[in-house]
């Protein structure tokens, strides 16, 4: 039998497991819009749309999610989310066209409800000396999930480029973006079963009235003498006498917006925003196709992808080890300072690139890919990625310029690629580091109990919706602003939410949930 010293521990493991299957379905679209967008002939918003799908459906989800594991419990909104992975990953890998896979990759946005209910539920049942590391466990799924589908994606390329019968007898040679989608339905099946094993949520239970479940729940997951003091302390803050049973929405929106909860809302949008604002799941959802725009070429921009998955999980891990002896604030300020320096690098090299094409390259081009009327290109040199993308989609159409830009790119430009590379894994590194971890820690932190559920999915929905715009806008900021141009907006973001950090934020670590109530202004009672 699992003592109570680790099983609260082992609780956050199972229901972290949803992080990874986050991180996969999220990043293994990296792999798979440059397919789609050949096989659909999409556009640039198309494409933007079918990356930006899951997280657009996620902000109905950030809706809902919270409001919902308040009335019917966490663990039960868990398992509905872990089987809408199921469904999406299924439904994906058989898309037959644009809006299909746009759908399919929405169902599985609707479970990205995860994210906020996952590092809920993890403080709820986890020590205060402990918690910002337990719910980074979290955190360190998804960055162990972004990788998982690097590497996927990067294996099945290479995979469906051999010669051997069975690759093309399941078709993985002709669709190999299928696979990669669909092989997100075996970890969601395991999360779904594991799922059935975990208790509800003690603080909840006692909050709506249950109270010798919750106090059981308290039991089994920590020392009597401790589960009979955080027993004491939940219904001393939740002040069951004053908390109805059955809180509405609107109860919920009134004391979300009471005069008390500012300064704590304030926090809350102010990480929620600068976590994507500042361009992580452009990065994310898009690397392949960045490190391509250094002129890499396709084969290499997967590897170099499996970079950023590797550093994501190595400095989750040095966050995990930080955030509970440093503290949230501290690394948000080393975290947002690099977000601002990498982009900056980033920006700067890609503003230094030159395009040209020279004869011998062309007629490479044209023998290698059949690519014919570039010649009117020949000796021309572009000092910006736009205006020569434009030459070439006047010339080649569309479709012919989506289908070979990367090996158009690798042939034209004349840059530092090992520049683009270092600021990219700079910044990954930086967010993986701060803004990752720290802005699910602080939400499960900084609001009252009786409507942290509620808050949560507030601010998830502001999360969400700043992330859809950022995936969404991605592509056409490349074929109209220009590399250089996308990437220093996201540094200046950084640098303003460095600004007001360092301004605004307390610290909040080591502290139990009550006394936090205490110490940012707020209670149950407003």
């Not at 792999?31 to 079918?50: D, Y």
């Not at 159409?397 to 690629?417: F, K, T």
């Amino acid at each position: 039998m699992i003592n109570s010293s680790n099983y609260y521990l082992l609780m956050a493991v199972i229901v972290s497991l949803g992080g990874f299957i986050f991180g996969f379905d999220a990043s293994v679209i990296s792999g798979v819009v440059g397919f789609v967008a050949v096989e659909f002939s999409l556009n640039e918003w198309q494409q933007g749309f079918v990356v930006s799908a899951p997280t657009l459906a996620a902000c109905i989800s950030a809706v809902i999610v919270g409001p919902l594991s308040d009335i019917v419990g966490r663990k039960k909104v868990l398992i509905f989310i872990a089987s809408l992975y199921l469904v999406s990953a299924i439904w994906s890998a058989l898309a037959q066209g644009f809006w299909t896979l746009v759908l399919a990759r929405a169902t599985g946005g609707l479970a990205f409800g995860s994210l906020m209910l996952a590092p809920m539920y993890i403080a709820e049942i986890t020590p205060a000396k402990q918690r910002g590391r337990v719910v980074s466990i979290n955190q360190l799924n998804i960055m162990v999930g972004f990788s998982a589908a690097y590497f996927a994606n990067y294996f099945l390329l290479q995979l469906s480029q051999s010669d051997l019968s069975w690759v093309q007898a399941i078709g993985l040679a002709e669709s190999p973006w299928r696979w990669m989608l669909g092989m997100e339905f075996f970890p969601a099946l395991i999360w779904v079963v594991a799922l059935l094993t975990i208790p509800e949520s003690p603080r909840w239970l006692i909050s709506r009235g249950m109270v010798q479940e919750g106090k059981a729940v308290l039991h089994r997951i920590m020392p009597s003498e401790d589960a009979e003091r955080e027993f004491e302390a939940i219904r001393h803050s939740l002040n069951t006498n004053h908390i109805s049973e059955k809180m509405g929405v609107l109860d919920s929106v009134k004391r979300l917006f009471h005069p008390s909860m500012y300064f704590v809302l304030t926090i809350g949008l102010i990480v929620g925003i600068s976590q994507q604002i500042t361009g992580i799941n452009a990065v994310y959802f898009y690397a392949p196709g960045i490190f391509q725009q250094s002129g890499v070429g396709t084969d290499a921009a997967f590897a170099q992808a499996i970079w950023v998955g590797i550093i994501n999980v190595v400095f989750t891990v040095l966050a995990m080890m930080s955030i509970d002896k440093f503290g949230r604030k501290p690394l948000l300020v080393i975290g947002l300072s690099g977000v601002f320096l990498s982009m900056s690098l980033v920006a700067y090299g890609f503003n230094e690139a030159t395009y040209q094409l020279k004869t011998e390259a062309i007629n490479e081009l044209q023998s290698n890919i059949g690519l014919e009327g570039l010649q009117s290109l020949t000796g021309k040199t572009y000092t910006n990625d736009v205006e020569f993308k434009n030459a070439l989609k006047s010339l080649l159409g569309e479709n012919d310029y989506s289908r070979n830009e990367a090996a158009i790119l690798q042939a034209a430009i004349s840059m530092n690629p090992l520049l683009i590379l270092t600021g990219i894994l700079g910044f990954v590194a930086s967010f993986a580091f701060s803004l990752g971890p720290v802005m699910w820690v602080l939400f499960s932190e900084i609001f009252p109990t009786a409507i942290r559920g509620f808050a949560i999915s507030a601010m998830g929905f502001v999360n969400s919706l700043v992330s859809f715009g950022v995936q969404f806008l991605f592509p056409w900021e490349l074929a109209n602003l220009g590399t250089a141009l996308t990437f220093l907006i996201y540094g200046a973001f950084a640098l303003i939410g460095l600004i007001l950090v360092i301004w605004l934020f307390p610290e909040t670590k080591g502290k139990s949930l009550e006394e936090l109530e205490e110490l940012l202004g707020v209670n149950n009672d407003i």
